[in-house]
């Protein structure tokens, strides 16, 4: 008799929700799937914020309506599994579960100021770096926490009272639906807070003190595969079904892609690009601008992995139609790319909202070099494709660097991942075979495969794997003295972008 897992993708944009059929032991096929956009709230500029309110209708109807494309009922549903934006920050009352004020979301900058003092001070950057395997910066959750806590009337003091609870998006989506009775969140998720020591998957009481979280407020920690609670009261679903996997987005695509064995690695093509490589049971350091994350926790047994994000991927295709005009459609960069053998010496730095990981440099500037008279936009659409090929390489050679071993292979998903052009390219540079699967909505799957695993639907990683089947294939057919030219006009071009600053006029 088959069975039924519930996958909920909340995203920063909208909510997904899947429904996956599991047989015999083995997730097979989605039945059915859907989404629910939400608004995004901007207070000021370098501000974004979220309405809890709007999250959990979205969730509500993107269920319902998955629901009903499967052909299903609630009752159908045997387990829930959980994928969600990361560092998004929330506090709410415990006892009403009304939030004290809007979420603050990832992107936002509003607590730049406080990490730019924090970071003043060397010690304190290093003591946080060994503690938690990040840097301190606005993106992560602490200093958001710090910021509802006081500039909401009132809000420290009821936390020193226990009467408020601080959750990124999976912990409130948990206590929506149990009705309150849990209050917990994943070991990935407590990783991006800057609170949790990741070598013990604990919360650090030193960290609480230097980012002025009161531990009162902090979610129970927990496995990212077992059962942490139940639905109670949730008009959509029936009372009783397990909630089973929790993962962040990345950690649950890294999962969804299948990449248990260390040295795999997958990257996700955006807005930005986001690469994330297993590096087994022992976090590493990185020495070469990544961060260390927690992968997954199933049984007790903790896999890491290093990260490192490009900010500018999708977005530079999104340019080329709207700031330029020479496509009319994202999807029309690979057919005008594709007109042309090569970009000519043409390359573009696609550091329009400057450099990300392993440079870190905010003041970078998009650039184009070796342009001609020759140069047609078909050649200027060959170089975004292979800019965003060479920003994730620089992302891949750090970490190969880190981990001190090759890469075992990258696993693919994301819009841009049905470029072909661009996954050829990718493999070509960075010297190393691109596998993207059939169904390139990894998140989602990684959620409902780590569901699997901790509801005992599915008898183990394998069989929970089953549901991951790999379409393409591509195997890097470049020269290595063509790959060595290709990487200094690269280098080249990045050391000019940096060179750039902005000036006032």
């Known amino acids: 008799m088959p069975h039924h897992i519930l996958a909920i993708d909340q995203g920063t944009t909208g909510s997904t929700a899947l429904v996956v059929e599991v047989v015999g032991g083995s997730a ?106 990040l ?38 989506l948990v206590s929506q639906l149990t009705s309150g009775a849990a209050h917990v969140t994943d070991v990935t998720n407590a990783s991006r807070t800057l609170l949790m020591n990741l070598a013990r998957g604990e919360w650090d009481s030193e960290l609480c003190g230097l980012f002025r979280v009161p531990e009162t407020v902090l979610p129970t920690i927990v496995g990212s595969a077992e059962v942490v609670g139940r639905t109670t009261g949730v008009g959509f679903l029936p009372d009783g079904v397990p909630i089973a996997g929790i993962a962040g987005d990345q950690q649950a695509a890294l999962f969804g892609q299948g990449c248990f064995r260390e040295g795999d690695a997958k990257c996700t093509y955006g807005t930005g690009a986001f690469v994330l490589m297993n590096i087994g049971d022992r ?24 990260e490192g ?9 999104q340019w080329l139609r709207d700031g330029l005009g020479i496509i009319q459609a994202a999807k029309d960069v690979e057919v005008l790319a594709r007109r042309v053998s090569s970009s000519e010496g043409v390359v573009f730095v696609p550091a329009l909202a400057g450099l990300g990981a392993p440079h870190w440099d905010p003041d970078a500037r998009g650039t184009i070099t070796g342009l001609t008279r020759g140069t047609t936009a078909a050649h200027l659409a060959r170089a975004t494709l292979e800019g965003i090929a060479f920003e994730v390489g620089d992302l891949l050679d750090a970490m190969v660097k880190d981990a001190k071993r090759p890469l075992a292979r990258l696993r693919v998903d994301g819009g841009a991942a049905a470029n072909d052009t661009l996954m ?44 991951v089947r790999f379409e393409s294939r591509f195997e890097p057919k470049l020269a290595q003295a063509e790959r060595a030219a290709h990487w200094d006009r690269w280098t080249d071009a990045v050391r000019r972008a940096r060179s750039v600053r902005p000036r006032s006029l």
């Open 135 to 172: 840097v301190i910066d606005a993106y992560f959750s602490a200093t958001k926490i710090a910021w509802l806590l006081d500039h909401v009337e009132g809000a420290r003091e009821r936390a020193g009272r226990g009467e408020l609870a601080f959750g990124t998006v999976d912990t409130f």
């Open 283 to 306: 976090p590493i350091w990185s020495d070469h601008g990544l961060v260390t994350t927690v992968a997954w926790r199933i049984n007790g047994a903790t896999t890491y992995a290093l």
């Open 309 to 317: 994000s490009a900010f500018t991927a999708g977005a530079a295709v």
């Open 424 to 467: 050829q390219f990718q493999a070509d540079v960075a010297d190393v075979v691109v596998e993207r699967p059939a169904d390139v909505e990894s998140t989602g799957r990684g959620a409902a495969m780590l569901a699997g695993i901790g509801s005992a639907l599915c008898l183990g990683f394998d069989d929970a794997a089953r549901l």
């Open 28 to 133: 097979s096929r989605t039945l059915g799937r859907s989404t629910a956009e939400f608004r995004q709230h901007f207070p000021r500029p370098g501000w974004v914020s979220h309405d809890a309110r709007e999250i959990w209708t979205s969730v509500e109807d993107c269920v319902r309506d998955a629901l009903r494309a499967a052909g299903v009922s609630g009752s159908d549903v045997a387990a829930i599994g959980i994928a969600n934006q990361r560092e998004t920050t929330l506090v709410w009352d415990r006892e009403t579960r009304k939030p004290i004020d809007l979420a603050i979301v990832w992107q936002c900058r509003r607590t730049s100021d406080v990490c730019e003092a924090l970071k003043g001070n060397p010690r304190t950057v290093a003591r946080v770096r060994e503690r938690t395997g």
